[in-house]
């Protein structure tokens, strides 16, 4: 059974497992100061989520930003559990707490960096295909990451008529 929940402490050799799954596509992270930075602060501030599927690691996301913009800075799934909704619960549980559990209100925007449409991870690892299904659209391009594949900008918008749809 699928659990989502926030991470504490004792995540963070899970989640650095995850990132060692996905580095030949992100670049280094388990090695990385910054990274470990990162991580301890998304966990000081109860900015980061795990999940948990029959008690082995399914995914985490790092996530941030206050009204009206807020970002994911970081989401990975295991490879095992692509494709079985982790990434869609885990994006819900992460803009839940963003908002305080009132949902996105009209304007509010969530930006995700994820990789260019030429990026082999982006077929590979179905991200992009992943934040379409979810209501996001391409945006502007970003900064290429640290093993120099291109990066690209994917925003979710709320309007009126559209209402977050994970």
């Known amino acids: 059974m699928l659990q989502v929940r926030p991470a504490v402490e004792a995540d963070r050799p899970t989640i650095l497992g995850l990132a060692g799954e996905v580095e030949h596509w992100f670049g280094p992270m388990v090695a990385e100061p910054g990274f470990h930075r990162a991580l301890d602060s998304h966990i000081a501030d109860e900015r980061a989520l795990v999940a948990t599927d029959e008690g082995q690691p399914a995914g985490a996301v790092l996530f941030g ?59 590979a690892g179905g991200a992009r295909v992943f934040y379409e299904r979810l209501g996001f659209l391409p945006a502007e391009p970003a900064p290429d990451g640290p093993e120099g594949g291109s990066r690209q900008v994917f925003r979710y918008k709320r309007t009126e008529a559209v209402r977050f749809p994970f």
Do not use: C, K, N
């Open 65 to 123: 930003g206050s009204s009206p913009r807020y970002a994911v800075h970081w989401l990975v799934i295991s490879e095992r559990a692509r494709g079985l909704g982790v990434g869609r619960r885990l994006m819900a549980a992460a803009i839940e707490r963003l908002t305080a559990g009132q949902g996105l209100a009209e304007g509010e925007l969530v930006d995700v960096v994820t990789f260019g449409a030429d990026h082999p991870g982006a077929a």
